[in-house]
């Protein structure tokens, strides 16, 4: 016998106990793409508490698409060491690795699962707490109250060190900039994505990885927006060694 109100109660009750465990967390990631879900795993690997938000409802930001929707990444060499970590398939071509973005996505889903990162999908991150000119958390709301125009308060968390994961649009960096007016960039603003140079964005995206205010720390391409870099399409290596550099540099200060 299914009883309907027991599934209803089993859902909500363990739901509801996931998101009250995470309300004191060590890393809070905003963003669910390859580089939020890349440092997820090793940051929860090395024993942190890491609760990863992601607006939409599935994981895995831009990399389903790859291409054009053609479903492949191109990683690098110097990235082959992160997909045999996840353990993703992949052919050598030329210098290059291919891999299907389907499998990339699924792996790294499963892989920051398995670490014990906790990931929360249909929640967006639209503010952050800040005390005593330090990030420490995220104020968080349903993705589906922003897209019906709610006017509904959110909810907040703590973190030791919040980490703005959330590609293109940077939203995190936003937020801090147009609230606390600096960064620590050149020019103390958000300096701006560029267009497309696959070469140098691949190295400036790991460059450009890390802490860009107090508590703060950016990865992926929310970094090379944020430094003033160009885009570079659907080479993932540099989206997964920001997120292995932004795990590093955080595990060194808990
Ligand atoms: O865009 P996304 O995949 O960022 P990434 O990890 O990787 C970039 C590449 O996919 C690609 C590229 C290729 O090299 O340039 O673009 O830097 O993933 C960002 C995720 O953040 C979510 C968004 O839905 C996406 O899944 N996101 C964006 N804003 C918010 C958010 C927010 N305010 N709160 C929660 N999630």
Redesign the pocket.
Known sequence: MIEETEVSRAIVENAVKDFLDCLEVDVAI???????LVAARYLAESGAKVAL????LS?????WGGGMMYPKIVVQKEARCILDDFGINYQKEGEQYIASSIESVAKLVSNAVDSGARLFNC????DVLIREEVVNGFVLNWSTVDVAGLHVDPLAIKARYCVD?????L??CSIVCRKVGKLNTPSGGIMGERSMWADVSERLVVENTGEVYPGLYVS???ANAVYGSP??????G??LLSGKKAAELITKRL
């Open positions: 905003a963003g669910g793409g390859p580089s939020g938000f992601e607006r939409k994981l895995g930001g831009g990399m929640i967006s991150v639209e994961a959330t590609g293109h649009p939203e995190v992926g391409m929310a885009r570079m399409g659907p080479i993932f540099g989206m």
